[in-house]
């Protein structure tokens, strides 16, 4: 067999019928192909014979050597599909083996100890209980478990396998023995034909392993297996996940050694995120964006904070500017909200005084950089406030204060399993935040010989540059930016009443990139309204937000966060879209 494909694999008419012989209990549709190949093959063949015998002339016409040329590439054409052909026949083969290894031999006393179970269809419920992975310890060795979890690897050793189960991130080896009492010929030879990433049901015994178990998060126990069913099988995947999950510095150490990794491309994993989420540190980053939620409304709750829910769907920008998606609303214009800036403001006019949001929003933002997509999540809050907006900054270093601890001492495994891929240095952060003017900003900035607007926004390259002076001077990564210029502002920012020029606004930074802007808002509605004509929105779209204010406005102020930003920059990772689970750039609407 082997021999007729190697053959097959070379071209020539010879070769093909030996494959033909060979594939004769094959699927009818494997030979057809076989046969159209054959036939192509011998007429390529054929047509170069023919082309060679007119080059006995003395000379060749133009004509008659583009004839010949097109004739070779008729003939390297069928030969690569001969090729594919038998490839094809190959992997139909493998397929039939492979759906043979389903079911556990009749005549194995063992046979219900493995195959592939029943589509589970909430049919019975059987009391019997599953412990995670993450929980094997040596506290329960000796102990009979049962255990689901996806097959990372698997490999076969004359009579034994050796498995690495994976759930989430946590890894054990689950290792199999043939002695014919507890585990038989035919369930090695099953167990090692799971395909990767096929999810199986493994019983056996938790063992103390005389050595740590090299590469499982599980290192000081291993799974004795008596029994394994898989529950869903896989399919060819995309890619290996353990190709994701390779660091860039193993794939460095490799090639200085000679040996080149497989890696996997953003592109590819984005295209098929449902399996590269699996990665252990992709399950870990998204744990940690889960922990930013929950200490995010945390820090606010006890600060007598409620969490409310506001509309997507507007009839006007709520931010300025033409970042905006447009959609028709039952013949109406309409547009996805780019924050729900609007709708916390009338909360805080409606006398709930201090709110918050965790939800989405949308910018039309044709950008495509490592930092910015067209859908995130927010973290957003408003406030009321009795004299300035010095009070919103309060709430929010103590907000991040208590993040940044959180992550540290809630999400340590997590952080460790991103480190272990995407290494990264911990974040460094005050007790008590640091607070610089932007003038001041500015000042370090032309100090360090920066050629910067006084009164302009920062770019990219201006706010790295301001974060790592910052880091050298104050020994910090997390600091605050206040008094923007009113200009670089949205229409609603209260101007400063001492300088016009300056706004009572602030920006928050990490590592050098923004993740917060925020200020104290315009309650006055004749000022509102004149500040957005100034800028150039119609009036008549945000009339009912302007009305808002009519009618007894505290003053107040707020901030919105971007989380995927956040957990970017805290994990020091170098793209957004490995905090965001589906992300939507200006190419990206699928999956």
């Avoid at 050298?472 to 001492?498: G, I, S």
């Avoid at 957005?532 to 107040?556: C, M, N, R, W």
Wanted: proline share 5%; charged share 25%; glycine share 8%.
């Amino acid at each position: 067999m082997r021999d007729a494909e190697r053959k097959a694999a070379g071209g020539g008419g010879s070769s093909m019928q030996a494959v033909l012989s060979a594939l004769t209990p094959l699927c009818p549709a494997v030979l057809r192909l076989l046969n159209r190949s054959h036939i192509m093959a011998d007429e390529a063949a054929a047509q170069v014979e023919q082309q060679l015998n007119l080059g006995e002339r003395a000379a060749k016409s133009a004509e008659e050597l583009e004839a010949e040329r097109e004739a070779r590439k008729k003939a390297k054409a069928a030969e690569k599909a001969a090729k594919e052909a038998a490839k094809a026949a190959r992997a139909a083969q493998r397929g039939q083996k492979q759906g043979s290894a389903t079911q556990p031999d009749e005549n194995d006393p063992l046979a219900d100890r493995y195959g592939d179970t029943e589509l589970v269809q909430s049919a019975v419920v059987t009391g019997r209980t599953w412990t995670s992975v993450a929980a094997l310890t040596p506290e329960l060795a000796g102990q009979p478990l049962l255990v689901r979890a996806r097959v990372h690897t698997v490999r076969g050793k004359g009579k034994s396998a050796f498995l690495v189960l994976r759930q989430a991130t946590a890894t054990v080896q689950a290792v199999l023995f043939v002695d014919d009492q507890t585990v038989s010929k035919g369930m090695v030879k099953y167990a090692t034909a799971v395909p990767r990433e096929s999810i199986v049901d493994v019983e056996g015994t938790l063992k103390v392993p005389a050595e740590p178990i090299v590469g499982c998060s599980q290192s000081q126990v291993e799974l004795h297996v008596s029994g394994i069913k898989c529950v869903s099988r896989a399919a060819a995947l995309p890619f290996e996940v353990t190709d994701a999950a390779r660091s860039a510095e193993a794939v460095k150490k490799a090639a200085e050694a000679g040996e080149v990794l497989a890696t996997v491309g953003q592109d590819v994993r984005l295209d098929n995120r449902f399996v590269d989420l699996r990665t252990p540190a992709n399950q870990a980053i998204f744990r940690v964006q889960s922990e930013v939620c929950q200490l995010f409304r945390e820090a606010l709750q006890r600060e007598g904070f409620i969490e409310i829910h506001t509309p997507k769907l507007l009839s006007g920008a709520s931010e300025g500017g033409a970042a905006v998606f447009h959609f028709d609303y039952m013949g109406r214009p309409g547009c996805l909200a780019q924050s729900p800036q609007f709708y916390k403001q009338m909360a805080i006019c409606s006398d709930l005084g201090r709110v918050f949001e965790i939800g989405p929003v949308f910018r039309a933002e044709n950008s495509y950089t490592h930092r910015h997509l067209c859908e995130f999540t927010g973290l957003d809050m408003e406030m009321a406030i009795a004299e300035s907006y010095h009070e919103v900054l309060d709430v929010l270093d103590a907000l991040f204060v208590h993040m940044f601890k959180g992550l540290n001492e809630r999400c340590r495994h997590e952080l460790e399993v991103i480190g272990e891929q995407f290494p990264f240095e911990p974040l460094k952060f005050l007790p008590k935040s640091l607070r610089l003017t932007f003038a001041e900003g500015i000042q370090m900035l032309q100090e360090a010989g920066y050629d910067v607007d006084p009164f302009g926004d920062l770019n990219t390259e201006l706010e790295r540059a301001l974060g790592k002076l910052v880091k050298e001077k104050y020994n910090t990564e997390f600091y605050m930016l206040h008094r923007y210029p009113l200009a670089v502002r949205p229409f609603y920012t209260m101007p400063c009443k001492d300088d016009p020029r300056y706004s009572c606004s602030f920006d928050i930074f990490i590592r050098g990139e923004e993740i917060i802007s925020g200020a104290q808002r315009i309650h006055d509605p004749a000022l509102l309204t004149e500040r957005a004509q100034a800028l150039g929105l119609p009036v008549e779209t945000i009339q009912s937000y302007i009305d808002s204010f009519k009618y007894g406005a505290p003053p107040h102020g707020g901030a919105g966060v971007g989380l995927e930003r956040v957990v970017m920059l805290f994990c020091g990772l170098d793209n957004i879209r490995k905090t965001s689970m589906f992300p939507r750039d200006p190419k990206r609407l699928t999956p």
